[in-house]
């Protein structure tokens, strides 16, 4: 890829660009996915920044534990005192992390060829678009979003949908551990049990396929109830 940035890898931004993504029509199950979870210094402004990254991979329906991938990441712009509160990463943590330029092919490497799973996916890509734009990138994979399942299985089982978008509160009212919250270790592993459950579920009812599962984000909007969970959070 000439356009490619010199801090990315060539054959990884190569590998990434060139990779046949799974088809809609291939059943989730033989599909290859990543789950991706992102810490950032905010949610909103733009100029917040990705400080943490972690992927697990999903190959034939089973988690790759071994596969995961974590990473803190260097901002431009250190975290506040309000993002610090969240997810505990100060200045200290980050001053000696590599900058979001140095390690993007590892993101690459993982999301090659693979269907990209996140809870509240919008947010996610929002990150993850930037990030790859600056090194000249066009993000490209198919998005699962757990969130978007999540609604789909409460409208079927014809109970309230989530009062919360957030991954604990869905986890916990799945009846699933809960593994550091704002970790993106942590959080990444929860996201990866609370879509094999899901996607689980959805499929006893109706065989699903990479395409119908991507589908399903368009189908809800977790904004207005995100921006009131920010709100709280604020004046918490």
């Known amino acids: 890829m000439s356009g490619a940035?010199?801090?990315?890898?060539?054959?990884?931004?190569?590998?990434?660009?060139?990779?046949?993504?799974?088809?809609?029509?291939?059943?989730?199950?033989?599909?290859?996915?990543?789950?991706?979870?992102?810490?950032?210094?905010g949610l909103i402004a733009p100029d917040d920044e990705i400080i943490a990254f972690a992927t697990m991979p999903i190959d034939d329906g089973r988690a790759r534990v071994g596969g995961a991938h974590t990473r803190l990441v260097r901002p431009r712009r250190?975290?506040?005192a309000d993002s610090i509160r969240i997810h505990g990463l100060?200045?200290?943590?980050?001053?000696?992390?590599?900058?979001?330029?140095?390690?993007?092919?590892?993101?690459?490497?993982?999301?090659?060829?693979r269907v990209l799973v996140a809870h509240?996916?919008?947010?996610?890509?929002?990150?993850?678009?930037?990030?790859?734009l600056a090194a000249h990138i066009s993000f490209r994979n198919p998005v699962i979003d757990t969130y978007a399942l999540a609604i789909e299985v409460y409208e079927r089982k014809r109970?309230?949908?989530?009062?919360?978008?957030?991954?604990?509160?869905?986890?916990?009212?799945?009846g699933l551990p809960v593994h550091r919250p704002h970790d993106a270790a942590g959080d990444v592993l929860t996201t990866?049990?609370?879509f094999l459950k899901l996607a689980t579920e959805l499929d006893a009812i109706e065989p699903q396929t990479v395409g119908s599962l991507c589908a399903l984000r368009h189908r809800?909007?977790?904004?207005?109830?995100?921006?009131?969970?920010?709100?709280?959070?604020?004046r918490s």
């Open 5 to 41: 940035s010199e801090t990315v890898d060539r054959a990884a931004a190569a590998a990434y660009w060139d990779s046949e993504m799974p088809d809609p029509s291939t059943p989730w199950r033989e599909a290859g996915l990543c789950v991706l979870d992102l810490e950032t210094t």
């Open 78 to 80: 250190m975290p506040g």
């Open 90 to 113: 100060r200045k200290e943590d980050l001053i000696g992390a590599p900058a979001m330029a140095e390690v993007i092919d590892e993101l690459l490497v993982a999301l090659t060829g």
């Open 120 to 132: 509240v996916a919008t947010l996610e890509e929002r990150f993850l678009r930037r990030a790859m």
């Open 159 to 174: 109970v309230p949908q989530p009062e919360s978008v957030r991954l604990a509160a869905l986890a916990r009212d799945l």
């Open 192 to 194: 990866v049990q609370v």
């Open 220 to 234: 809800s909007d977790p904004w207005p109830t995100m921006r009131r969970a920010l709100r709280r959070l604020r």
